[in-house]
């Protein structure tokens, strides 16, 4: 089945950069990929959002990274990226690749989520 696998997460210096990466698999030909994304978990805290890409190259980014990190895709390839620069320590978090999809033909939309990639920023 559908399965989202991500990585480039690791422990880098506040300041610096990262690049994660989320390939998507196990799509088929009725699947609509309408937004794919990250969010990030810390401990105690909600998941929110970073950041989206919509099939319509819309863009979303939470106040807090804005201008900060980067949202990309290859459609081509059903992968997104997330490029981290000048990092924080409040940026440490489980990173987690989302993708939302709809089936042809029906209205409901569902969302996939991967296992998640650890970021931590050291000051």
């Known amino acids: 089945q559908v399965q989202l696998v991500e990585s480039g997460g690791g422990l880098v210096q506040a300041g610096g950069s990262l690049r994660l990466s989320c390939a998507a698999s196990?799509?088929?030909?009725?699947?609509?990929?309408?937004?794919m994304g990250w969010y990030r978990q810390a401990p105690g805290k909600e998941r929110e959002l970073v950041a989206t890409?919509?099939?319509?190259?819309?863009?979303v980014y939470s106040d807090s990274v804005k201008g900060r990190f980067t949202i990309s895709r290859d459609s081509a390839k059903n992968t997104v990226f997330l490029e981290m620069n000048r990092v924080h320590p409040e940026d440490t978090a489980v990173y987690y690749c989302?993708?939302?999809?709809?089936?042809?033909?029906?209205?409901?939309?569902?969302?996939?989520w991967g296992q998640g990639t650890q970021v931590t920023v050291s000051s």
């Open positions: 989302n993708v939302n999809v709809q089936r042809r033909g029906l209205i409901d939309d569902r969302d996939y």
């Open positions: 890409i919509s099939s319509t190259g819309n863009l």
């Open positions: 196990g799509f088929r030909f009725w699947h609509i990929i309408l937004r």
